[in-house]
Structures are given as structure tokens and as C-alpha cells.
């Protein structure tokens, strides 16, 4: 069974550092994009950071500067690094990759999703 389990969610202070962990299990072919997205309640799941087969990061204007991506292709697993966080930084982060099982045939994986709360 394919799936993406993240990890490293928690309470923070502001201005700390968590590091999310996702990492991809199952018998896979090849893991084209990953993405991070992070999502409050009654709003719209949000991009955050992303990574391409390329190994070329991505970052919206919310995080740039603060959060860092990047991924380790022998375990399968892509971070993200989030530094000097803040209040507005509060939500669910899910990872998201489109991998292939067999070659050709792209399907879009979501993880289960990690809290992450920054508060004083």
C-alpha cells in the first residue's frame, strides 16, 4: 500500500523551529513533485513549499525566507524546515506528491496531515 506519513507537528513558540518530516511507502516507481500545504479551519488549503523532480525548491511569499525544503531521494522522504515562526503560521500541514507506480501513470497522494500551533 502506497502512502505518505508525515511527522513533526507540535506546539511552538514564536519565533521557534519545527522540522515536518513525509515520507512515501510502498512499492514505488518514481516520486515526481512533492509539496507542502498547510490549511486552517474555513479556509482554502494553501501552498506553502514545494520541491520538483528536478530538486528545484518553490516557495509562496507567506514563507520565503523562513521555511527551507528539501528532500532525501534514498529514503524517500522530503522535509520541511520551518524557522522563526509565527502566530499566522497555526495550521494543518499536509504533504502532497504525485508519484508514479508503474512508468507513465501519475496519481496525486495527499498524507494524513500534521498540526502544527505556534502560540505564546
Known amino acids: 500500500q502506497v502512502q505518505l506519513v508525515e511527522s513533526g507537528g507540535g506546539l511552538v513558540h514564536p519565533g521557534g523551529s519545527l522540522r515536518l518530516s513525509c515520507e512515501a511507502s510502498g512499492s514505488i516507481f518514481s516520486i515526481n513533485g512533492i509539496d507542502w500545504y498547510r490549511q486552517t479551519p474555513g479556509k482554502q488549503r494553501e501552498l506553502v513549499a514545494g520541491m520538483d523532480s528536478g530538486g528545484s525548491p518553490s516557495y509562496s511569499d507567506s514563507v520565503k525566507g523562513r521555511f527551507t525544503v528539501s528532500r532525501d531521494n534514498a529514503k524517500k522522504t522530503v522535509y520541511l524546515q520551518m524557522n522563526s515562526l509565527r502566530p499566522e503560521d497555526t495550521a494543518v500541514y499536509y504533504c502532497?506528491?504525485?508519484?508514479?507506480?508503474?512508468?507513465?501513470?501519475?496519481?496525486?497522494?495527499w498524507g494524513q496531515g500534521t498540526q502544527v500551533t505556534v502560540s505564546s
Open positions: 502532497h506528491a504525485v508519484m508514479e507506480l508503474v512508468p507513465n501513470a501519475p496519481v496525486h497522494y
